[in-house]
């Protein structure tokens, strides 16, 4: 089993900028591909970020997140910049085994709770 935890949601403005965290414990964490997911009410989950062998970024958000890891603190993060209005929905930090890079919510194993975003225009 793997723990997966977020934090770092919240409201900022248009224009500002997030960062969101997720921790992962349960299994060695370099073993780990990661993922942030997004879901507004009626839509399927996204993915707008990935990290495995490579990164992957949707193109709503390319240029804006930057994903990355912290191997030695078992821990993901989402940086957010430049923030807009259509931003706003529910984060989702997503774990599983493997060295590839997914980017499909089934493709995943583990979940977190959820991080609230909310950008005010």
């Known amino acids: 089993q793997v723990q997966v935890v977020e934090s770092g949601g919240g409201l900022v403005q248009a224009g500002g900028s997030l960062r969101l965290s997720c921790a992962a414990s349960g299994r060695t964490f370099n073993s780990l591909a990661l993922g942030w997911f997004r879901q507004s009410p009626g839509k399927e989950r996204e993915c707008v970020a990935a990290i495995g062998s490579t990164t992957y970024y949707a193109d709503s958000v390319k240029g804006r997140f930057t994903i990355s890891r912290d191997n030695a603190k078992n821990t993901v993060y989402l940086q957010m910049n430049n923030l807009k209005p259509e931003d706003t929905t529910v984060y989702y930090c997503?774990?599983?085994?493997?060295?590839?890079?997914?980017?499909?919510?089934?493709?995943?194993?583990?979940w977190g709770q959820g991080a609230q975003v909310t950008v005010s225009s």
């Open positions: 997503a774990a599983r085994v493997g060295t590839f890079t997914y980017i499909t919510a089934r493709s995943y194993d583990y």
